[in-house]
């Protein structure tokens, strides 16, 4: 459960980004063990729990297939189909099984790659550096031209990433390769487990929601203390009470974004009524404030 939730705020940050290219006389399918590394804020340092500490992605011409090695079930993974254009996360939630389309709406916004004269030796290849936007953010990819499939997280790259680097708000996460298997692929290392069912992330969302079992009334909330926007202390058994309705967020976050206008809405429904509405993220004033200069968000 928490490493669905993790895993639908950071919109598909383990999913393949590739380009379907073969270069003649290149092996263009295998394997590549990656390992994971997190440097996290000291806010963010509960999500190593869930995160996964290294990953494998198998390859051919047409597929990409990356899992991460977590203590989650095994039928959680993302499928590129580069003929297509399609990407899918596999997931489960609650003992349902969703096969969620990717929505470019939702991921952070990807710009060109520029290429550095800079080079690193990465699991017996020579890499080659590439920087690119990512939201308001940057990634930093090392890739080789020694396979004959592309493949690059988020966007096109004429090569294959060996090392990424991708800066979020709640910290750094960086794959980099340490085995990597050119070889033929059977087939069937693409089927998905069966039972999945295919839907939108927005349907997914919806979808959690039902599913979702609130907490049982009389259930005491965990209290905590913050300070709001103008520097207020506020906590939470202070309104005791009241309804209470707390989302957590950060500039970021896509989907965060894409819901804001809905919460807007639901705030000014509730506008004369006894209801309180709170919006916790771990960034400072100064992050929030330029966030708000461009975004509309009355919690």
């Known amino acids: 459960m928490k490493n669905l939730i993790f895993f639908l705020a950071i919109a598909f940050l383990g999913s393949c980004g590739s380009k ?27 999500m190593k729990e869930t995160f996964g500490d290294a990953a494998t992605i198998k390859f051919n011409e047409r597929y990409v297939r990356l899992q991460k090695e977590t203590s989650t079930p095994a039928e959680e993974f993302y499928i590129t189909d580069n003929v297509v254009n399609e990407k899918l996360a596999y997931v489960e939630f609650l003992d349902n099984k969703f096969a969620i389309i990717e929505d470019p709406s939702l991921l952070p916004a990807p710009g060109s790659f520029t ?32 396979i004959g499939t592309s493949y690059a997280p988020y966007g096109d790259l004429d090569g294959f990433a060996l090392q990424y680097e991708l800066e979020f708000p709640y910290g750094t996460v960086t794959y980099t390769a340490d085995k990597v298997m050119l070889k033929e692929m059977n087939p069937l290392f693409v089927n998905p487990p069966s039972g999945f069912k295919k ?43 009241k309804v209470v309705v707390v989302n957590f967020w950060f500039t970021n976050c896509q989907p965060c974004i894409a819901e804001m206008p809905s919460l807007n809405e639901l705030k000014s429904d509730y506008a004369d009524k006894d209801v309180e509405f709170l919006a916790v993220t771990f960034e400072d004033q100064k992050a929030i404030s330029g966030f708000l200069q461009n975004h509309k968000f009355e919690f």
Do not use: W
């Not at 290149?26 to 394997?31: A, C, D, F, Q, R």
């Open 20 to 46: 379907k290219q073969k270069t003649a006389n290149l092996p263009s399918s295998g394997e590549v063990h990656y390992v994971i590394d997190l440097d996290l804020i000291p806010s963010a340092q509960q």
């Open 115 to 146: 290429l550095h004269e800079e080079y690193l030796d990465i699991a017996g290849f020579k890499c080659q550096k590439a920087t690119a936007p990512l939201g308001d953010k940057m990634m930093t990819v090392y890739f080789t031209k020694l």
């Open 199 to 241: 839907i939108t992330m927005r349907e997914f969302q919806m979808q959690m929601k039902e599913l979702a079992s609130p907490i049982p009334e009389g259930v005491m909330a965990t209290n905590f203390v913050k300070k709001d926007y103008k520097g207020n202390e506020v906590e939470l058994k202070s309104l005791i009470g």
